[in-house]
């Protein structure tokens, strides 16, 4: 039925074609026009005047005043398509105020000029919804209000038929808007209000939420930024509930490019977001003063970084998945200082130990402790090079003391143990067996004066000499 308003004919306007014959002479006469109509009613001088009843071939139909043979006054016009209109007309045109009853149930009742809805009516639409407002050449505009049966509502401002300037619209979910329109679209500064307490309010543009807004989340968390197509993009601030701040870029609603973000109990992150997660290059703060300075990925420390910590130690290289992994170094606040390989954050691979008192290891670890092939530099200047377990020499190996001590062949759990070649600062020379650092087992010593000594040995001591 909106269609049959907004586009609402004129009224015909009827030209009457007196033809020669009179069927009746009397006040009240009937007479037949060579169109087909018949007029029953009034005459002055010739011209319908009075009251009056004209129908046309095809079907229109007009009971009420006219005036020198026009419609004018009060009166009732019956159209082809089933519309009837009953109120005052002018030059043959509904003009005052009239009702328009369609067809299809829908109605109009109203004001009217020139044969169209014009300054106050009201519209009953055959699905039931309401419209009461101003009118302007057959269409809404000025104010008006739409109330539909399923609660849909809007109260404001309207401009050829569509919704235009401020108004307020009210959601059958609850929701409602309160701001701009423009051609039936929220378009301008406007306040999205929803039934759960959401609120958005900021610019709009062709309906949808697009440049500077403010959004208040029920849980306490709010944004103030920009967003386009109803999700936050580009620049941007959110305050969440629970003291945290991210200021920084979005994309479709998620951290992405720079940002900050700073938790209220003192860390913070300031670098690159990807799909609101840190990665790329960035700083993380921790609340207990330690910094972190290099890439991420997946919110992880990934790839190169430098670690520092309060007490003055630091590690710098590679990481994995947030831990230590690849090659590095660390420097530790009591001197020690590891270059090498690393394994879930422990020394794993190959890599040099330096200790504060000169003390140096290089070689193989594992789990943190040497493990494998490597060597042992003492501050006094002795020198281990061979194998270790669990940060013990275990295996083969060979110890040059600075008293001329050295020792090349077996060992066990850090101690000398099993078969090997000891030579002492006097000169005396031992192969065979050791047990606990001790001469244990079958060995021959050769001694500085020249005497020998081939034979089982126990704590050290010779057994069954000869």
Aim: proline letters at 2%; charged letters at 25%; zero cysteines.
């Amino acid at each position: 039925m909106r269609a049959n308003i907004n586009s609402f004919y004129s009224i015909i306007i009827v030209t009457l074609v007196l033809t020669n014959q009179i069927v009746m002479a009397s006040d009240v006469q009937i007479k037949q026009y060579s169109n087909g109509g018949i007029y029953e009613g009034e005459f002055l001088d010739g011209k319908q005047h009075g009251t009056g009843k004209y129908t046309s071939a095809d079907g229109y139909e007009y009971s009420g005043q006219w005036v020198n043979g026009v419609i004018e006054g009060i009166g009732t016009a019956k159209y082809s398509d089933g519309s009837i209109y009953t109120g005052s007309f002018k030059s043959s045109k509904p003009s005052g105020t009239g009702k328009l009853v369609f067809l299809d149930g829908g109605s109009y009742d109203g004001d009217w000029e020139d044969g169209n809805f014009h300054g106050y009516g009201t519209i009953v639409y055959s699905n039931g919804d309401t419209y009461s407002g101003n009118f302007k050449n057959g269409k809404r505009s000025g104010f008006g209000e739409l109330k539909g049966l399923n609660n849909h509502f809007y109260s404001g401002e309207w401009k050829n038929d569509e919704k235009n300037g401020h108004g307020k619209i009210l959601y059958i979910d609850g929701s409602q808007y309160e701001g701009k329109f423009e051609n039936g679209l929220q378009d301008g500064n406007g306040k999205l209000t929803f039934s759960d307490g959401l609120t958005i309010e900021g610019s709009w543009k062709k309906g949808e939420i697009k440049g500077s807004v403010k959004i208040q989340q029920t849980n306490g968390d709010r944004f103030e930024g920009n967003m386009i197509a109803g999700k936050r993009n580009g620049k941007g601030t959110t305050y969440y509930a629970s003291g945290d701040i991210y200021d920084g870029y979005f994309k479709d609603d998620k951290r992405d490019g720079q940002g900050i973000f700073t938790g209220k109990t003192g860390h913070s992150y300031e670098g690159q977001w990807k799909n609101g997660r840190m990665e790329g290059e960035g700083k993380i703060t921790f609340s207990d003063g330690s910094i972190y300075l290099g890439t991420f990925l997946n919110d992880n420390a990934h790839g190169t970084g430098k670690i520092i910590y309060p007490d003055g130690g630091f590690y710098e290289g590679n990481w994995n998945n947030g831990t230590i992994e690849g090659s590095g170094e660390a420097h530790y606040a009591n001197g020690l200082v590891y270059v090498g390989e690393f394994k879930n954050a422990k020394n794993h691979g190959e890599g040099t130990m330096t200790y504060s008192d000169g003390y140096s290891y290089s070689g193989s670890w594992k789990e943190g402790s040497p493990d494998g092939k490597g060597i042992s530099k003492y501050p006094d200047g002795t020198v281990y090079d061979g194998n270790f377990r669990n940060g013990e020499r275990h295996g083969d190996g060979k110890i040059i003391m600075p008293d001329g001590f050295n020792y090349s062949g077996h060992w066990v759990a850090g101690e000398i143990d099993g078969r090997g070649k000891a030579i002492y600062p006097n000169g005396d020379i031992y192969e065979g067996y050791f047990k606990k650092g001790q001469r244990d087992g079958i060995g021959k010593m050769r001694y500085a004066n020249g005497e020998e000594y081939d034979g089982n040995w126990v704590d050290g001591q010779k057994q069954n000499p000869q």
